[in-house]
């Protein structure tokens, strides 16, 4: 198989409760006065990480894979989520790595700006990654959307015969 680059684009929200708990990228953000609602743990940043990286390997959506009407899913752990998706991709696609990730969260409170090298670190943890091959970025809404949290996420993978790891090697 010849090497090429593919681009995946995911995107994931969730509506915003009290009493619930706020999960970013495996990262329990503590002072959120409300969490997601959600089937699975409402990790709107692992969940798009994921659709992207189905989506370079134009392997559906994580609806597809993980359909929330399936109770075996329920309260699925993103970071759990994210690496049953690098299993499937491993076993279907064969070696895809990935090269690098740029995500943005809109989130109007808590600030996540302190949160930025945890998020990163355990985003790069998750794939095998050197924290420098992520950026996450954090925006507001601007009030147009506070009860919500949202996660778009851009990954550059490579496909092809690379033998030094892929989206699929366990962390």
Do not use: W
């Amino acid at each position: 198989m010849d090497e090429s680059l593919r681009i995946g684009f995911g995107e994931d929200a969730h509506a915003l409760a009290a009493d619930r708990p706020l999960r970013l990228g495996g990262v329990a953000i503590e002072e959120a006065p409300r969490g997601a609602v959600a089937h699975s743990d409402g990790d709107a940043l692992l969940h798009a990480l994921a659709d992207a990286l189905l989506a370079a390997a134009s392997a559906g959506d994580i609806g597809l894979h993980f359909p929330p009407s399936d109770p075996a899913h329920r309260g699925l752990d993103g970071r759990e989520l994210l690496a049953r998706v690098r299993a499937h991709l491993r076993d279907t696609c064969g070696p895809l790595r990935v090269v690098n990730v740029a995500a943005v969260i809109t989130l109007d409170r808590p600030a996540l700006a302190p949160y930025r090298d945890a998020l990163r670190d355990s985003v790069a943890a998750c794939l095998d990654l050197a924290p420098a091959e992520v950026n996450v970025a954090f925006k507001t809404s601007e009030g147009l959307a506070p009860d919500h949290v949202q996660a778009r996420v851009s990954v550059l993978v490579r496909v092809g015969p690379a033998e030094d790891a892929d989206v699929g090697t366990p962390p």
